[in-house]
């Protein structure tokens, strides 16, 4: 090879070594570049995600379909403040690069089934009964996120949303006791 072919040779393969280690910078920075949560944060979150649109969904479905005035009305408080704490939870998401999942589980998709065939005092009833039950396991997680969670901005999340999450059940209770 003489010094005419080698020159062009050698431009290429350097330009080829440019862009692959280009490539391994780029891809070696990605999990630097945002910030990862750990196994429990992340169970943390996406429970919390579905958790909160369940409520939404079962909340916009106690505003139509209650008898009672006072369901009615936490059906509401659940849609505006579960819709609220959603958002939050999306910007801390975002910021930490964590996808969100966009889907009920199959779980909570049969609770809305539930819910939806219901009619009258059995809706009220079946509702007020979901609303205790979720309420109950969400004050214990996010208690535990609140005390535990590894991540700054889930930690602060978890703290923010734990005393509106207990006066939800507060509030659940009492409604049930009035029967």
């Known amino acids: 090879m003489d010094m005419g072919e080698w020159k062009p040779a050698m431009q290429t ?3 080829l070594a440019s862009v ?3 490539g391994l910078v780029l891809g070696a920075a990605a999990p630097w570049s945002r910030a990862a949560l750990n196994e429990s944060d992340t169970k943390f979150v996406t ?4 958790g909160g649109a369940l409520e939404v969904k079962l909340g916009q479905l106690a505003e139509k379909k209650a008898t009672r005035s006072g369901v009615k009305e936490f059906g509401a408080m659940m849609a505006s403040d579960h819709s609220k704490a959603g958002e939050e939870l ?3 998401a975002k910021k930490e690069g964590f996808p969100l999942p966009e889907k009920l ?3 909570q998709e049969g609770l809305i089934q539930k819910l939806e065939a219901l009619a009258g005092s059995e809706f009220d009833k079946a509702y007020v009964a979901a609303m205790v039950k979720d309420h109950e396991e969400d004050v214990e997680e996010f208690r535990k996120a609140s005390q535990n969670a ?3 901005g889930v930690k602060a999340f978890a703290s923010k949303t734990l005393p ?3 006066d939800h059940l507060n509030r659940i209770k009492a409604i049930q006791k009035e029967k």
Do not use: H, P, R
């Not at 429970?47 to 579905?50: G, I, K, L, R």
């Open 13 to 15: 393969k350097l330009k």
């Open 20 to 22: 692959s280690l280009f």
């Open 47 to 50: 429970a919390a995600t579905q």
């Open 90 to 92: 999306k910007k801390v």
């Open 105 to 107: 589980d199959a779980k």
């Open 150 to 152: 590894t991540d700054a």
């Open 164 to 166: 509106i999450i207990e």
